[in-house]
């Protein structure tokens, strides 16, 4: 089992994220932003992965520094869990639809970090959720994760529908990625030999 636990523990936070990439899509999530919450479980359940997140921070002064750690201890658990990447199929990609909207999402865990993020949300907020956070969850993910990340909305009204398509095809990129590529007996999918 792909497995890893990661605690982070700053002067505004402090996150323990554990995941299982071969999981059953169950998550446990007490990360004090209700809607992040609802998210994350998109992530877990449509990728096929479990997991455990809990987070205390300064949510008195607002969500960012919450949002982005759970991002960064995510993206460090991921790192860990997907291990040397050997026999996986390394690229990754999901269209979702949710109502009228509609995002793509493409994922290469190329051991760089790149994030291309393309989101035109329809209102500054999601209910009390700043729209904003969205992209500052996956930056952290992507700059710890040490993975490439474009995500596209490529089109949608609602606010919320436009987040959670978002997160829904994250999660489906990321469980193709990870997945064991029978053809690649356990290779380096790389021609560099590694990643």
């Not at 992965?49 to 993206?75: K, Q």
């Amino acid at each position: 089992m792909r497995t890893a636990t990661v605690t982070r523990n700053t002067l505004e936070t402090q996150v323990s994220v554990t995941l299982n990439l071969d999981g059953e899509g169950r998550a446990t999530l007490q990360s004090g932003v209700p809607f992040l919450d609802h998210m994350l479980d998109q992530i877990a359940r449509h990728g096929l992965i479990d997991l455990d997140i809990s987070a205390a921070g300064d949510l008195h002064i607002d969500d960012h520094h919450t949002v982005e750690d759970i991002g960064i201890t995510l993206g460090q658990a991921f790192a860990q869990a997907v291990g040397d990447k050997k026999g996986i199929r390394r690229y990754g990609h999901a269209y979702v639809p949710l109502d009228e909207a509609l995002s793509r999402v493409v994922i290469d865990l190329s051991g760089r970090p790149g994030l291309v993020f393309e989101v035109p949300f329809s209102r500054a907020t999601i209910g009390e959720f700043e729209s904003d956070l969205v992209r500052e969850f996956f930056q952290g993910f992507v700059n710890h994760a040490q993975v490439t990340l474009h995500i596209d909305n490529l089109r949608g009204v609602n606010s919320h529908h436009q987040a959670e398509t978002v997160f829904k095809a994250f999660g489906r990129a990321v469980r193709m990625a990870v997945e064991a590529d029978a053809r690649a007996a356990g290779q380096m999918p790389s021609t560099k030999g590694t990643l």
